[in-house]
T-cell receptor, first 114, second 111 residues
Framework: DGGITQSPKYLFRKEGQNVTLSCEQN?????MYWYRQDPGQGLRLIYY???????QKGDIAEGYSVSREKKESFPLTVTSAQKNPTAFYLC?????????????FGEGSRLTVL | GQSLEQPSEVTAVEGAIVQINCTYQ??????LSWYQQHDGGAPTFLSY????GLEETGRFSSFLSRSDSYGYLLLQELQMKDSASYFC????????????FGSGTRLQVQP
């Protein structure tokens, strides 16, 4: 079955450590996204990529980095520069050519900083 | 810039109809989407309005009025499993092809 796989599902990190969240999709989608969700809040855009080897900052990119070396993969690194990284991170993808407003989400990665 | 407003919480009883409103302010606009998210889960797509009017998908309908910068999600024949958070999201007509989400409406369905 096609879908988006995020790992790990739960992650604990000490302050000052970088951590990388994995996002893999087998939907053959061109566009991929990373959103952050805090408790009781909406989703805020961190980074997005419309095509391999290209990505753009979203609304809250500071303290995060991404790469898009393969169409299927869009990993997110939460760096030590991110002041408040504890959150629920959601990866999504869509077909770039159409504008259907439909994103396909992974199950999310919950990061806790100790 | 852009902003979306939706009520933070709505309560309704099983079998009833509930409407969740969304108003938006954006410098550009392409369409309005709705997503459902159960606690601890991933958002799932419900509907998209690219044009004014009503879109119906089973028990769920969504409406858009561009002139009023307003949309709503209508849930009919409410079931307990409909208890979740509902988000509206704007697809802006800019070079950035990414959705901007509202803060969500928590729907509680009571027996």
């Amino acid at each position: 079955d096609g879908g988006i796989t995020q790992s790990p599902k739960y992650l604990f990190r000490k302050e000052g450590q970088n951590v990388t969240l994995s996002c893999e999709q087998n939907l053959n989608h061109d566009a991929m996204y990373w959103y952050r969700q805090d408790p009781g809040q909406g989703l805020r855009l961190i980074y997005y990529s419309q095509i391999v080897n290209d990505f753009q900052k979203g609304d809250i990119a500071e303290g995060y980095s991404v790469s898009r070396e393969k169409k299927e993969s869009f990993p997110l690194t939460v760096t030590s520069a991110q002041k408040n990284p504890t959150a629920f991170y959601l990866c999504a993808s869509t077909v770039a050519s159409g504008r259907t407003g439909e994103l396909f989400f992974g199950e999310g990665s919950r990061l806790t900083v100790l | 810039g852009q902003s979306l407003e939706q009520p933070s919480e709505v309560t309704a009883v099983e079998g009833a109809i509930v409407q969740i409103n969304c108003t938006y302010q954006t410098s550009g606009f392409y369409g309005l989407s709705w997503y459902q998210q159960h606690d601890g889960g991933a958002p799932t797509f419900l509907s998209y309005n690219g044009l004014d009017g009503l879109e119906e998908t089973g028990r769920f309908s969504s409406f858009l009025s561009r002139s009023d910068s307003y949309g709503y999600l209508l849930l009919q024949e409410l079931q307990m499993k409909d208890s979740a958070s509902y988000f509206c999201a704007v697809d802006m007509d800019t070079g950035r092809r990414a959705l901007t989400f509202g803060s969500g409406t928590r729907l509680q369905v009571q027996p």
